[in-house]
């Protein structure tokens, strides 16, 4: 059963504490991606790496670390300088196929900090 | 800056109506653009997508209309149903592109 995980689906912190959120996928997907949603927003895009060791600055990259040591996985850490971390995050893998590309969403980590 | 303008922010259609949702975008090197569908509590699901050197795409009840000359992209959803009732986002990306840039999405809502 192919696909793209994150857990856990909710996940509560205090404020000025690190999270770690998890996004693990076994589509074999070379780019993976992590956005921010917020109530009735848009998609916004925090990191995304498109190979192994390598990833690169999205638009609101502030507060958040990556790293990508496996293909398959690709971690996203909410550190205590994000100023608003209460979010829902969805992490995402993209292929290329002949001249059509295929981005899918995992489900998505809903995080709340109080 | 803002590379692909949807409309409307949200939209109510009747049961069996039509729903119509816009897109416009700037960057004439995009080549690729996939629609995606996401309700609530869920993640956005790749929905249909269109390449320019087409104009038209059809996926059951989804079609998707391309401008190229006018760099405009519509999504038609023919016999809308309640079930349709969601946010809808387009998005585009160029050949060389690492990264989709996402609409700021449309909530459509389905009357019965």
């Known amino acids: 059963d192919g696909g793209i995980t994150q857990s856990p689906k909710y996940l509560f912190r205090k404020e000025g504490q690190n999270v770690t959120l998890s996004c693990e996928q076994n589509?074999?997907?070379?780019?993976m991606y992590w956005y921010r949603q917020d109530p009735g927003q848009g998609l916004r895009l925090i990191y995304y790496?498109?190979?192994?060791?390598?990833?690169q600055k999205g638009d609101i990259a502030e507060g958040y670390s990556v790293s990508r040591e496996k293909k398959e996985s690709f971690p996203l850490t909410v550190t205590s300088a994000q100023k608003n971390p209460t979010a829902f995050y969805l992490c995402a893998s993209k292929i290329q196929r002949g001249a059509s590309y295929e981005q899918y969403f995992g489900p998505g980590t809903r995080l709340t900090v109080t | 800056q803002q590379q692909v303008k949807q409309s409307p922010q949200s939209l109510i259609v009747q049961k069996g109506g039509i729903s119509i949702i816009n897109c416009a975008y700037e960057?004439?090197?995009?080549?690729?653009f996939p629609w995606y569908q996401q309700f609530p509590g869920k993640g956005p699901a790749l929905l249909i997508a269109?390449?320019?050197?087409?104009s038209e795409k059809k996926e059951g009840r989804f079609t998707i209309s391309f401008n190229k000359s006018a760099k405009q992209f519509s999504l038609h959803i023919m016999d809308s149903q309640p079930g349709d009732s969601a946010t809808y986002f387009c998005?585009?990306?160029?050949?060389?592109?690492?990264?989709?840039?996402f609409g700021e999405g449309t909530q459509l809502t389905v009357n019965p």
């Open positions: 960057n004439t090197a995009f080549d690729y």
């Open positions: 269109i390449r320019p050197d087409v």
């Open positions: 589509l074999n997907h070379d780019a």
């Open positions: 998005a585009a990306i160029e050949g060389s592109g690492s990264r989709l840039t």
């Open positions: 790496s498109q190979i192994v060791n390598d990833f």
